[in-house]
């Protein structure tokens, strides 16, 4: 472990001067990845209103068109590892950009709804895809030294394309005339909406053609002069090439190849730590966090916003996620995952509990009264806000840190199905649970929130500053 501990110090010392601005591209554009599942996950807030008009559905078709992207989702995400392994990460993402790119297309041009449900499929497995091979392929390439920095590049590049295609969406309502179904470029404008992802999508493809294979994969298939010259490439001409090598081989002989029979155990078919990491998945997707991202402009408006501010709100929500995320990644290792994951339970328990107060007054005038209205804005900013800078990083620190190594690999995919599971329950329940009962859809939500605190207190364990290794 020494003499590892002192090889790594001279690439951390000696090779970032000349190399990091060019790691620092390789991150940045396999992070585009990122920036597409932001922006493919909420962009169709800007047009929920819109399709319901169109095709004149009610809310229970409508939400499973708008859900459906998650099943693509999972599928994605349980496929992409297996694939990067036998094709490789470069040659994955640039199918996932055809992915983005064919679901942008046809979801501005549907016939069916139907029809535009298929390409929302489409989408989702490009999402999946992205959401594994960008923090793998960044893990792999980025020098040791820089491998924390570098790998937040993909949580802030989803928060970030969240940001953008709310504000896209509220840009085209704008040149539209406030009109979500106004002419704008021979299409309605939640169209072309829809359709401007293309262009993100072109440029990720582009992007992929820029950058180099993974080292890992390439010693992998046997290609080690290339190996080796992408490693001089990232972390420096002084590097020691055939230790790296070794380091990898040996790392990847070390890899515990974990199945889902090793989670079996314990009195309820799972090991309780199994289970932990499900309430953590679960937890974090039944506070709601995604009615916010989905139906966000839905929502103000059925209580009497104009369409074009309830866009302008989205996106300033929007803004908040990237706020909270930003201090999420500065105090996730100073002051613990359990700490901030108790922070944010509390703080949005506040704002959803608010916000359901607020939405339990009838509309006057097909409006909120400007008090409740007022609340309900400022509480839903906050609700975001603490989640971002609590459990929508921590749930993943934790999930990658938590699980022993034998069966980390197995554990961490059943947590994040029942993540994609539980996202597609909230997604395609709520708009009929709106039409229900708003406020107590927001007191459903504000239970879970605060469930959530005695759930960390009792269950979870700290994470911070233990080795992988400690995990039991």
């Known amino acids: 472990m020494t003499s590892t501990t002192r090889t790594q110090q001279p690439r951390a010392g000696t090779a970032h001067p000349d190399h990091l601005g060019h790691v620092v591209f390789i991150a940045a554009a396999a992070a585009m990845g990122g920036f597409l599942f932001g922006y493919d996950s909420s962009v169709i807030n800007g047009a929920v209103e819109a399709v319901r008009d169109r095709y004149d559905v009610g809310s229970a078709a409508l939400a499973q068109v708008i859900a459906v992207a998650l099943i693509g989702c999972a599928v994605g995400a349980a496929t992409a590892g297996r694939m990067a392994d036998r094709i490789g990460r470069i040659r994955c993402m640039q199918i996932a950009a055809v992915l983005f790119t064919v679901s942008a297309v046809g979801s501005a041009l549907p016939f069916a709804l139907w029809d535009l449900a298929l390409w929302r499929v489409v989408g989702g497995f490009a999402i999946g895809m992205a959401s594994v091979i960008g923090p793998a392929y960044i893990a792999e390439v980025a020098p040791p030294a820089y491998r924390g920095r570098l790998g937040s590049f993909q949580q802030a590049a989803i928060v970030v394309g969240i940001a953008v295609s709310q504000l896209v969406n509220w840009g085209l309502l704008n040149a539209a005339g406030g009109d979500q179904r106004g002419s704008l470029m021979g299409l309605e404008a939640w169209q072309v909406m829809l359709g401007v992802m293309v262009v993100p999508a072109a440029l990720y493809g582009l992007l992929s053609f820029a950058i180099p294979e993974s080292p890992r994969f390439l010693v ?23 230790a790296r090598i070794a380091e990898i081989e040996l790392a990847m002989r070390r890899e515990d190849r974990s199945t889902f029979r090793d989670l079996l155990g314990g009195s309820f078919f799972f090991k309780p730590i199994v289970w932990i990491g499900i309430g953590l998945s679960v937890f974090q997707q039944f506070v709601g966090i995604n009615v916010a991202f989905y139906y966000s402009s839905t929502l103000w408006q059925s209580v009497g916003v104009d369409p074009t501010d309830s866009f302008f709100y989205s996106f300033t929500t929007s803004i908040i996620n990237i706020v909270g995320t930003v201090i ?62 609590s459990w929508g990083v921590v749930v993943w620190v934790f999930l ?49 929130a605060a469930l959530s605190v005695p759930f960390v207190l009792e269950f979870v364990k700290e994470t911070k500053g233990k080795a992988l290794e400690e995990m039991g």
């Not at 992998?220 to 490693?231: E, H, N």
């Not at 034998?406 to 993540?419: D, H, P, T």
């Open 328 to 389: 999420a990644m500065i105090f996730v290792d100073r002051v613990g995952r359990k700490p901030l994951a108790l922070i944010g339970s509390v703080g949005m328990a506040v704002g959803l509990g608010l916000e359901a107060w607020a939405f339990s007054y009838d509309l006057v005038d097909g409006k909120l009264p400007a008090a409740q209205g007022w609340t309900a804005l400022i509480a839903a900013h906050v609700f975001v806000l603490f989640f971002a800078l």
């Open 220 to 242: 992998s298939v046997g290609k080690y002069d290339r190996a080796r010259g992408i490693l001089t490439e990232v972390e420096g001409e002084d590097v020691d090439l055939d």
């Open 400 to 448: 990658g840190e938590m699980f022993p190594n034998k069966i980390r690999a197995a554990a961490l995919g059943v947590a994040a199905s029942a993540q994609w599971l539980a996202n597609w329950a909230v997604t395609a329940s709520f708009p009929s649970l709106a039409d229900w009962n708003l406020s107590a859809t927001y007191m459903i939500y504000t239970a879970f």
